[in-house]
């Protein structure tokens, strides 16, 4: 789906709407220290598609989270996936019309778009209101987390919730309302005493092949959950906006779809 986008913005959209939604790049001395490549304003949830054989008359749909707020992005994508009808996509070029584009709510609810689309939807960093010990959270897709300039080979908190960190604030910082209010380095610290204490993952290895170059490039990363303990309190929101952004890298291809499967309230001792 990535590709296809790709390959039908380059025809359609004027050059610097397609540089800006889908290979967005810092002009040299600004943008986020340290990334020459922006994050995009979107990623794609197609993951029930794997393994899927389509036949004619099959229904699919697809699942794109956009957040930039203040230039148009998804007019593009409909025209874009418009042409789907008469340029096909994958290797065999199988056809697809655009039947219905729809919003979504964080509460699931789809509304049809008119003309433009609606509110953005919004999730709350704050807080959780009372106090949280445990969470356990399932990587839906591969998931790859740096360290030190090095793939981790277990997700600890400190570096899940360090990119995770990043990702959201980059994002916000370039689609948003600008760089978020809040004091990094004190929640890294705080970050750091929350303990792995269970971890069931498995390592998929994959790759892509790149159209435009001919090379092909590693697509991996673990699957399966992880469970932390300690003070989680301000921290169970930010892994909960992980299903929106996902975290890591290749999050443009699907890669870092993080859910939160159960979280646990401290508990009230009395002597």
Same mark, same amino acid.
């Given at each position: 789906?990535?590709?296809?986008?790709?390959?039908?913005?380059?025809?359609?959209?004027?050059?610097?709407?397609?540089?800006?939604?889908?290979? &967005?790049?810092?002009?040299?001395?600004?943008?986020?220290?340290?990334?020459?490549?922006?994050?995009?304003?979107?990623?794609?949830?197609?993951?029930? /598609?794997?393994?899927?054989?389509?036949?004619?008359?099959?229904?699919?749909?697809?699942?794109? =989270?956009?957040?930039?707020?203040? #230039?148009?992005?998804?007019?593009?994508?409909?025209?874009?996936?418009?042409? /789907?009808?008469?340029?096909?996509?994958?290797?065999?070029?199988?056809?697809?019309?655009?039947?219905?584009?729809?919003?979504?709510?964080?509460? %699931?609810?789809?509304?049809?778009?008119?003309?433009?689309?609606?509110?953005? *939807?919004?999730?709350?960093?704050?807080?959780?209101?009372?106090?949280? $010990?445990?969470?356990?959270? #399932?990587?839906?897709?591969?998931?790859?987390?740096?360290?030190?300039?090095?793939?981790? %080979?277990?997700? $600890?908190?400190?570096?899940?919730?360090?990119?995770?960190?990043?990702?959201?604030?980059?994002?916000?910082? /370039?689609?948003?309302? +600008?760089? !978020?209010?809040?004091?990094?380095? %004190?929640?890294?610290?705080?970050?750091?005493?929350?303990?792995?204490?269970? *971890?069931?993952?498995?390592?998929?290895?994959?790759?892509?092949?790149?159209?435009?170059? +001919?090379?092909?490039? &590693?697509?991996?990363?673990?699957? +399966?959950?992880?469970?932390?303990?300690?003070? !989680?309190?301000?921290?169970?929101?930010?892994?909960?906006?992980?299903?929106?952004?996902?975290?890591?890298? =290749?999050?443009?291809?699907? =890669? +870092? %779809?993080?859910?939160?499967?159960?979280?646990?309230?401290?508990?009230?001792?009395?002597?």
């Amino acid at each position: 789906m990535r590709g296809a986008l790709g390959v039908l913005l380059k025809q359609l959209a004027p050059p610097t709407v397609f540089e800006r939604i889908y290979r &967005p790049a810092a002009a040299p001395g600004s943008g986020p220290s340290g990334l020459s490549d922006l994050p995009r304003p979107f990623v794609f949830r197609v993951a029930h /598609l794997d393994g899927r054989t389509l036949v004619p008359g099959d229904v699919l749909w697809i699942d794109a =989270h956009v957040f930039d707020l203040h #230039r148009p992005v998804l007019p593009y994508f409909a025209e874009a996936f418009t042409q /789907l009808a008469t340029a096909g996509i994958g290797p065999e070029r199988g056809r697809a019309r655009l039947v219905a584009l729809e919003q979504l709510d964080l509460e %699931d609810r789809p509304s049809a778009l008119e003309s433009s689309p609606g509110p953005p *939807c919004t999730v709350s960093l704050e807080p959780e209101p009372s106090a949280v $010990e445990s969470v356990t959270v #399932r990587f839906a897709s591969p998931t790859e987390l740096k360290s030190a300039g090095h793939p981790a %080979d277990r997700p $600890e908190f400190a570096i899940l919730f360090a990119r995770l960190r990043d990702r959201i604030s980059t994002l916000h910082t /370039l689609y948003g309302d +600008g760089p !978020l209010p809040l004091d990094f380095r %004190d929640m890294g610290e705080r970050a750091a005493h929350i303990a792995l204490t269970r *971890c069931n993952l498995t390592w998929e290895k994959s790759s892509r092949r790149s159209t435009r170059t +001919g090379q092909r490039h &590693p697509l991996g990363g673990f699957l +399966g959950e992880a469970e932390y303990q300690g003070v !989680l309190t301000e921290f169970l929101p930010w892994l909960r906006a992980a299903q929106w952004t996902g975290v890591g890298r =290749h999050t443009v291809w699907g =890669h +870092g %779809d993080l859910r939160v499967v159960a979280a646990q309230n401290a508990r009230v001792r009395s002597l």
